[in-house]
């Protein structure tokens, strides 16, 4: 981080939102470090989207407050804003518009437009200048709408959805991108999609929803070692697993295995659980990747 | 103001501004002479009405999709609404100059004689006359663009369930409609004092209920949530 710079790029402070009688998000506390790539994540209808358009001024918070780069974005001016770039999958260029109008549009109103990545990425994209957005394929007006996100020179990026319609390659060329921008150090990133192998290749910390209401957020690498599914080749009890670790899902069904995901896992703990069990066969760690811990959290007991 | 975003507004009002220059050039030059403030106003209160309630909502009404892509671009509310209600005064302007050229500069003068109307003997001797009717559609053209702003405007913020900034707004518009009608009440009470007609009456009226439906069109828009 350089001096100066506020530790968290997004501050969220018990933000909520309701619909009428539908709550969408409940009392959300959130930080979003500063040079990190950040992932939120959570089912249809978690709230992530609802939350995203409250950073960015779209929706007004029931309650709470926001603060990204140390700026509330409601009252901010046109320089503030300007620090941050946003892409939703909801988002539409106008139809009369051709790329290369949508693109000089963006690159004047923004002043650290950066010209040789949108070259780049006119090139990697395979993107036609000219044609209006209404006769262009999905995929092709989200190529648009990601590179005059990217090239606006932001600090902060936030992206709901990004690579919906992409194809595989132009994903590829979109997260490299992420990465790209994230290794400059002061810049952020908030990522919201479904596509979880994406999130996990580029993501370094992620926050999980359900139901508005915060599950889990950590560094995803500390999440995947936090959280193992674990093979036992004899009985054991609940109680005796929910002494050393919080357990997501556990099957004793079995009269000679007891599967369970467990998270707060650490080898000590397990030593200590196996020393007083009777050794009857290998026990067996399953480390889990971020589409696995994602379910596993969701669909957890305790719910 | 923000000239990229004049040029992206104004390219979008492009087509229907242009049609009601026609619509407004057919009328001016089409209808038979003389025109006079208390004859056949209503067509003119309507050319104005349309005209403007069609500028105000090509300007303030964007789709889902598209709002939220235009109000991603790093522009604040404030410079959104004014940015778009000059552009969008502006053309009604334009319009109501073009109107008053058409009437008063001697093209509706010049193109009844040459197409020999029944009324031709009368030109051009009543031409600078017939700009009597001018001040009454600018007024309703100003007037409408004025009221329709603001119920694009409510229609984002209300909602079924989202309060959205909504009882300030909804005070706002719940001060702004008994004021503008006492207002004009007052200013029509006066001017039928005189010998006005019917067309400096909705001038007035237009006049006094523009700027307060304006501030609470502005005030709501700050509080618009965007839809999509």
Same mark, same amino acid.
């Given at each position: ?24 998000? *409940? ?80 690159? $004047? ?15 990697? =994209? ?47 060329? =979109? ?16 990522? $919201? $999609? ?9 993501? *370094? ?82 480390? =889990?990747?971020?589409?696995?811990? =994602? ?9 | ?154 229609? +984002? ?8 900034? +909504? ?62």
């Amino acid at each position: 981080m350089f001096p100066g710079m506020s530790p968290s790029a997004i501050e969220i402070d018990r933000l909520t939102k309701r619909y009428g009688r539908k709550l969408a998000v *409940d009392a959300l506390t959130l930080e979003v470090p500063t040079g990190s790539i950040f992932g939120l994540l959570g089912n249809n209808g978690a709230g992530k989207t609802s939350t995203i358009r409250m950073l960015v001024g779209h929706l007004y918070p029931t309650s709470g407050a926001v603060r990204l780069l140390g700026t509330d974005l409601h009252s901010a001016g046109e320089s503030d804003r300007r620090r941050i770039a946003y892409l939703s999958d909801r988002m539409r260029i106008p139809g009369w518009m051709d790329p290369r109008a949508a693109i000089a549009m963006n690159q $004047s109103l923004s002043p650290r437009w950066d010209a040789p990545l949108a070259e780049r990425l006119m090139d990697r =994209f395979r993107l036609r200048r000219a044609g209006r957005f209404s006769r262009l394929s999905l995929g092709e007006r989200r190529k648009v709408l990601l590179l005059v996100t990217l090239c606006q020179g932001a600090e902060l990026l936030i992206l709901d959805e990004p690579t919906l319609g992409l194809d595989v390659e132009s994903r590829h060329v =979109f997260l490299e991108c992420l990465l790209e921008f994230a290794c400059q150090g002061d810049r952020t990133v908030l990522l $919201s $999609s479904h596509l979880l192998s994406d999130v996990e290749r580029v993501v *370094d910390r992620v926050a999980m929803l359900r139901d508005g209401r915060l599950v889990t957020q950590g560094v995803l690498e500390d999440l995947k070692e936090g959280i193992r599914k674990l093979h036992f080749p004899a009985p054991v009890s609940r109680d005796e697993l929910s002494v050393h670790f919080k357990i997501l899902s556990y099957d004793g069904t079995q009269p000679r295995q007891t599967v369970a995901t467990v998270s707060d896992f650490t080898d000590d703990k397990l030593q200590r659980l196996v020393g007083g069990l009777p050794q009857t066969g290998e026990l067996r760690t399953q480390r =889990f990747n971020l589409e696995d811990i =994602f379910v596993a959290l969701m669909n957890s007991v305790g719910d | 103001m923000n000239f990229v975003l004049w040029r992206y507004d104004a390219r979008r009002a492009v087509s229907i501004w242009t049609s009601c220059l026609a619509v407004v050039s057919a009328l001016a030059l089409l209808i038979d002479g003389p025109l006079t403030d208390n004859d056949l106003t209503w067509i003119w209160q309507f050319a104005g009405l349309g005209a403007g309630t069609l500028i105000a909502w090509r300007m303030f009404a964007d789709t889902g999709g598209t709002q939220a892509y235009v109000f991603s671009r790093g522009f604040s509310r404030s410079q959104l609404f004014w940015n778009r209600w000059i552009l969008g005064m502006s053309l009604v302007a334009v319009l109501v100059f073009w109107m008053w050229l058409i009437l008063a500069g001697g093209l509706r003068s010049g193109w009844r004689q040459w197409a020999g109307f029944g009324d031709a003997g009368l030109y051009p001797l009543i031409a600078p006359y017939e700009a009597i009717i001018v001040p009454t559609f600018a007024a309703t053209a100003w007037g409408s663009f004025a009221v329709t702003t603001l119920l694009v405007v409510l229609r +984002g913020i209300q909602r079924p369930g989202r309060v959205v900034g +909504g009882r300030g707004t909804l005070g706002w518009w719940m001060l702004d409609v008994p004021l503008c009608v006492a207002a004009s009440v007052a200013v029509v009470g006066l001017l039928t004092e005189t010998t006005l007609g019917p067309g400096w009456m909705i001038t007035a009226w237009a006049a006094v209920s523009a700027p307060l439906t304006t501030l609470a069109a502005w005030h709501g828009y700050r509080h618009l949530e965007v839809s999509a």
